[in-house]
């Protein structure tokens, strides 16, 4: 008798391979030398360098990497990880929604020199011991991926800055305070009318 993945899968008896938790601390360089994945979720919250740059502290960050060597002998970590987090937009101050969906790209390094030889497609990250927190490498690849002036994305009608649309609307009319500005160009047309 055959069986499908498929059908299998449709069967209300199935259910989906369980992710085990994500340690506390890693070792990057023995995980590489075994080709490892780490796949699982974290909490906003418990990232406090990150939170102080959010909204809410609400909400949790996905995360998928895989530790492994390439060709070039290069220990690494690479993978993804994903977030939907609360900023202030610094155009209304109002808060919005931002997507982080982050691509991991990191060579492992035990000496600073080792830097300078890592291809560009790689961002150094230097072990200077056996036990590294995995929330920390988290935490930097989150922070560097916050846009460092976030604003409403004016583009789209459904997230549209209220505030800066009322500003540029009343400076076209030329009345941001009540007072009707000059047109700088209204010398040169004078001059224009004149010759």
Request: glycine letters at 4%.
């Given at each position: ?44 919250g418990e990232m406090e360098r990150l939170t102080s740059l959010l909204a809410s502290t609400q909400g949790q960050v996905d995360i998928d990497l895989e530790l492994g ?15 939907n987090v609360t900023l202030v937009c610094q155009r209304c101050l109002q808060t919005m929604d931002y997507m982080i969906d982050s691509k991991v790209m990191l060579g ?88």
């Amino acid at each position: 008798m055959h069986f499908s993945f498929d059908r299998l899968r449709d069967n209300r008896y199935y259910s989906p391979p369980m992710m085990d938790p994500l340690p506390q601390y890693i070792d990057p360089i023995r995980l590489a030398i075994k080709f490892k994945r780490l796949s699982g979720q974290m909490s906003l919250g418990e990232m406090e360098r990150l939170t102080s740059l959010l909204a809410s502290t609400q909400g949790q960050v996905d995360i998928d990497l895989e530790l492994g060597i390439d060709r070039s002998k290069i220990r690494n970590i690479r993978g993804r990880i994903r977030a939907n987090v609360t900023l202030v937009c610094q155009r209304c101050l109002q808060t919005m929604d931002y997507m982080i969906d982050s691509k991991v790209m990191l060579g492992i390094i035990i000496e600073r020199e080792q830097a300078d030889q890592l291809p560009a497609k790689y961002e150094p990250l230097l072990i200077e011991s056996d036990k590294v927190s995995l929330k920390d490498i988290i935490e930097d690849e989150m922070i560097l991926a916050i846009p460092s002036t976030p604003h409403h994305d004016l583009s789209n009608d459904k997230e549209v800055c209220e505030s800066t649309i009322k500003y540029f609307h009343n400076d076209s009319k030329g009345s941001v305070d009540g007072n009707k500005r000059e047109n700088p160009f209204a010398v040169l047309a004078d001059l224009k009318r004149k010759n």
